[in-house]
């Protein structure tokens, strides 16, 4: 059974920056497409970042340069750095995933459809 677990979320001050974490378990990540996504408060969930099994990577316009996926395929992890944090980027953080069958379907794994695979969330808070 696949499990995701997200850590490292808190509460910091704007400009600060908080590193969130989210280890898998129960499947091989060299081959699967990892993502984060977040639902702000009272509005829609939306995608953060993606990182590709080769390494290539996507980030939305509103992280671009801020935030960095990186992933450890050894430990099962993904990553997301986030720097510069501003207190639109306050909301509950999710770690997704889906295996490469899905990327190949779905043409790509930048644009964060088809994930099969979901951590229970993780909140960041960032104050003014």
């Known amino acids: 059974q696949v499990q995701l677990e997200e850590s490292g979320g808190g509460s910091v001050q704007a400009g600060g920056s908080l590193r969130l974490s989210c280890t898998g378990s129960?499947?091989?990540?060299?081959?699967?497409?990892m993502a984060w996504f977040r639902q702000p408060p009272g509005k829609e969930r939306e995608l953060v970042s993606t990182?590709?099994?080769?390494?290539?990577?996507y980030y939305a316009d509103s992280v671009k340069g801020r935030f960095t996926i990186s992933r450890d395929n050894a430990e099962n992890t993904v990553y997301l750095q986030m720097n510069n944090l501003k207190p639109e980027d306050t909301a509950e953080y999710y770690c997704?995933?889906?295996?490469?069958?899905?990327?190949?379907?779905?043409?790509?794994?930048?644009?964060?459809?088809?994930?099969?695979?979901w951590g229970k969330g993780n909140l960041v808070t960032i104050s003014s």
């Open positions: 990182i590709a099994s080769g390494g290539s990577t």
């Open positions: 129960g499947y091989t990540g060299s081959t699967y497409c």
């Open positions: 997704a995933a889906h295996p490469a069958i899905v990327t190949r379907v779905v043409g790509t794994c930048a644009i964060g459809h088809g994930m099969a695979y």
